[in-house]
């Protein structure tokens, strides 16, 4: 899709987003290895039940993150609480040891 837009040929946010929506990961979530966190945002508008989801399906070390409107951080990426959202993101990659 990266290179279909640079040539023009995708010109409007609908298509992406289309394309994106079709996107199923579903087959292949059990088979992440990796440490993963999941970010969980309180009245999520685009993704509503996606990451309990996929944290349930995850068979790896996993962890998971309720952001909320306590915190000021609710919403999809946490628009109005960015420091909020990266300490969360940033302590949890600082008590991983390199290369896991």
Known sequence: ???????????????????????DITNVVGRIKMPTLVLDYENEQFYPGRPRMMFDRLTGPKDCVKLTAATGAQLHCSPMAPQQHCEVVFDWLRGKPAGS
């Open 1 to 23: 899709m990266p290179r279909r837009s640079r040539r023009g040929e995708i010109t409007d946010f609908y298509t992406p987003a289309t394309l994106i929506k079709s996107l």
